[in-house]
């Protein structure tokens, strides 16, 4: 049915550590399919969602850190995040968590020491360099911490304004492609509309909503509320305006 390769990789040698064969396939769904129907008919099984990445965790190949940065691997959306995300899987941040905890346990066992052993004869030894290195190392991760979450989450960001102030045209010109619908009526986005789009590095989901207004109109009204709730919800917030006119009382009340 196809002319596939094989390849074994021998334990410890493999991401799980154990004995694996790769058969790769060409990249038809039909001969994939038909492939793996033969090798479940033959007694094998599917492999549970993250099965091969806690195997790899339980058998001590990677970290938890590792564990997650695999995952953010598979979601990366823009090569920094995706970056980022192959730095932890390396073990960047493994590492950094190991010499902080070196130092503090070197600390701790030096003041263990000299309080339960007064009368032995130990060395004075200064463990505040450790304890600053320790601190100062912590406190960066923390201040990196918010941006790193959204390299990997990515933010969502909500253009909001009064109806036909320009948010679907702002929204196409960011996507640079005629994604929502413009026209010179108002009211022409009755609904929420999402797009994701990598601006500096950062997965950015942008979101159009309906102008916001007071309205009889019961399907109006309710694109106002949705807008509200994704104004709500969204990281960011833009306030959209039409240059041409002064601002009113309306919009400025929109996001204060």
């Not at 058998?59 to 730095?87: C, F, K, M, P």
């Not at 130092?103 to 009368?119: H, K, Q």
């Not at 918010?146 to 909001?160: E, F, P, S």
Request: charged letters at 20%; one cysteine or more; hydrophobic letters at 45%.
């Amino acid at each position: 049915m196809d002319e596939a390769l094989l390849t074994y990789m021998r334990a410890p040698h493999s991401f799980t550590c154990e004995d694996v064969i790769e058969l790769s396939c060409h990249g038809g769904a039909m001969p994939v399919q038909r492939t793996l129907a033969l090798a479940l008919a033959g007694g094998a099984r599917l492999a549970e969602p993250g099965e091969f990445t806690l195997r790899a965790f339980l058998n001590g190949r990677i970290d938890l850190s590792q564990a997650e940065a695999t995952l953010d691997v598979i979601r990366a959306q823009t090569s920094t995040s995706l970056a980022l995300a192959q730095a932890q899987l390396g073990g960047w941040l493994a590492q950094t968590i190991r010499t902080i905890r070196a130092d503090l346990l070197n600390s701790l066992a030096y003041l263990t020491a000299t309080l339960d052993f007064p009368e032995d004869e130990i060395e004075v030894a200064d463990i505040t360099p450790d304890l600053e290195r320790s601190l100062a190392a912590v406190q960066q991760l923390l201040a990196t911490a918010d941006q790193g979450q959204i390299y990997r989450q990515g933010a969502r960001a909500a253009l909001v304004g009064r109806p036909n102030a320009g948010k679907s045209s702002l929204l196409n010109a960011l996507l640079r492609h005629e994604r929502a619908i413009v026209t010179p009526i108002a009211g022409t986005t009755r609904d929420t509309l999402e797009e994701t789009a990598n601006i500096g590095g950062i997965p950015v989901v942008l979101i159009d909503t309906a102008g916001i207004t007071a309205s009889d109109d019961p399907v109006e009204q309710i694109g106002v509320a949705r807008s509200h709730a994704a104004l709500a919800a969204a990281d960011l917030v833009l306030l959209v305006l039409d240059s041409t006119q002064p601002v009113s009382p309306e919009a400025a009340a929109i996001a204060p």
